[in-house]
């Protein structure tokens, strides 16, 4: 695995499955990611892949995970949803932590019934969470849950690796810097430059760096806060964290509205590339395995 690979796998993380848009929109995944939680949906399987074989890829991919089935959404073909949840959460042995989903029932003697089933019967570990017919009311009643099942994991933020369309653009000591984003969070950015062409003491500040983010442009204040050789010391890392105006940790409000969908969205793409890889490389290696097994019957 190499390090951006690394990176991105890094962390816990959170997997709503075929939930019901209806009561919970994406955009509380990037609100969410404000505390720190790295959270997505699954509303579609790939062609020709099964709920459990798609959770066999996110395990592969991503091992500390978190997964919250919506019980109200189709059950797999000739399952119910208590046998399937059972049947993951058995063969996964507490290495996913699971949660289901369900809106609130009319009747109130069903939700009693529904905790026996997952919690006591099945041993699911992160609850059973009744949702409310406002959506606006789920937010607040999810991000609860989140933090009740240390979502966040051991990160306060979530890092996103970052590709070409990411650059930054600042003037220090009279001299211009400009290149290509390494990783951003809410609270760090970093930069790598070749070695010895940024000479900044630590906890130096910056004013008015520009960047560039998926196309979106925001101008920012920085405090140099870690700098380390890279490459086998042919450049150098530098790890800058925002601060504001009136000397604060972290992004302006305003900065922080503007950018956080965008670092969702590289967060995301970066998630659901890697799992097509590991989908892909599987279905690679199943067809060897077919094939190697019709070489050795044709002997």
């Known amino acids: 695995m190499n390090e951006q ?56 991919s991503f091992n500390d ?24 959460n058995a063969k996964y042995e507490g290495k996913v932590l699971i949660g289901v989903l369900y809106l609130k029932r009319q009747n109130r003697e069903e939700k009693p019934i529904i905790e026996k089933i997952y919690l006591f019967n099945i041993g699911i570990m992160c609850g059973c969470i009744q949702l409310e017919y406002q959506k606006k ?25 970052c590709n070409n369309n990411c650059t930054f653009d600042f003037v220090y000591n009279k ?13 760090h950015f ?20 520009q960047l560039t983010v ?14 380390r050789q890279v490459n ?12 504001q105006k009136n000397g604060g940790q972290g992004m302006e409000i305003i900065t922080k509205q503007t950018i956080l969908p965008k670092v969702y969205e590289i967060l995301s793409e970066n998630c659901m590339n890697l799992l097509q890889d590991t989908i892909e490389e599987s279905k690679k290696q199943q067809k060897r395995d077919y094939e190697s097994k019709l070489r050795e019957l044709r002997r």
């Open 175 to 187: 001299e211009s810097y400009r290149g290509m984003l390494q990783d951003i969070s809410l609270s």
């Open 65 to 88: 995970l978190i997964l919250f089935f919506n019980i109200d959404s189709h059950a797999p073909e000739g399952e119910t949803w208590p046998q399937f949840i059972s049947k993951i």
């Open 232 to 243: 086998n010391g042919a450049d150098d890392l530098f790890v800058f964290m925002f601060v």
């Open 190 to 209: 970093s930069i790598i430059l070749p070695h010895g062409k940024l000479q900044m003491p630590l906890y130096e500040k910056i004013e008015g760096i």
């Open 5 to 60: 690979t690394n990176a991105i796998t890094t962390g816990r993380k959170t997997f709503f499955i075929q939930p019901d848009t209806s009561l919970l929109t994406e955009n509380f995944c990037e609100e969410y990611l404000l505390d720190g939680f790295e959270s997505y949906f699954i509303s579609k399987l790939p062609a020709n892949t099964s709920l459990e074989n798609y959770i066999d890829y996110l395990y592969e």
């Open 137 to 161: 009311n789920n937010f607040g009643i999810i991000e609860k849950v989140l933090f009740a099942n240390q979502a966040m994991g051991r990160r306060k933020q979530v890092r996103a690796i």
């Open 214 to 227: 998926k196309g979106c442009h925001v101008r920012t204040n920085a405090v140099l806060f870690v700098t």
